[in-house]
């Protein structure tokens, strides 16, 4: 029975794996309110579905951050521990390279504050709404920046892709 099942999932994996519409990236985002504002790179990979001779797709995709520019509010230091992001993009491919998106998005963000030595830490998932723009570089390397919204907490980002 586990050597059919695996024979199986083996088969439904393969057409993923093979039609190379998996990418990966980085990037950088700053994290900002009307009080701080805090840095942070990313990695992320995703997975782009389009319909064949649609100019329109569907991509989920994973960013994995940690913070690298810190803020300082009444006295204390606050820092990124961690930067967790998932978000389906709805993309909008032009002919000419370039590509709009929209996606919602639930993230998570691990901040650690401290206060003459002592120190304290909070993580927060919260659903957000982001919109952007890329341009493929050439058919593996495209560059892309956008913006997302997280209750009130402003996240724009900047970065690369390379598909494979």
């Given at each position: 029975m586990f050597k059919k099942s695996l024979i199986a999932l083996s088969?439904?994996?393969?057409p993923l794996t093979a039609a190379a519409n998996w990418s990966a990236g980085a990037g950088y985002a700053n994290i900002s309110d009307d009080d701080l504002s805090l840095g942070v790179i990313y990695g992320a990979v995703a997975y782009e579905f389009a319909k064949e001779g649609s100019k329109f797709s569907l991509v989920p995709e994973l960013r994995l951050g940690t913070g690298i520019s810190d803020d300082n509010i009444s006295g204390a230091k606050l820092e990124v521990e961690s930067f967790t992001a998932l978000s389906v993009r709805g993309q909008y491919n032009y002919d000419n390279g370039f590509y709009a998106y929209v996606m919602p998005s639930y993230a998570n963000l691990d901040v650690k504050a401290s206060f003459r030595g002592a120190s304290f830490s909070d993580d927060e998932w919260n659903f957000g709404f982001g919109a952007g723009v890329g341009k493929k570089l050439n058919d593996k390397t495209s560059v892309e920046a956008s913006f997302e919204n997280y209750d009130g907490t402003d996240?724009?980002?900047?970065g690369f892709k390379y598909a494979f």
């Open positions: 088969l439904l994996a393969l996240v724009i980002t900047v």
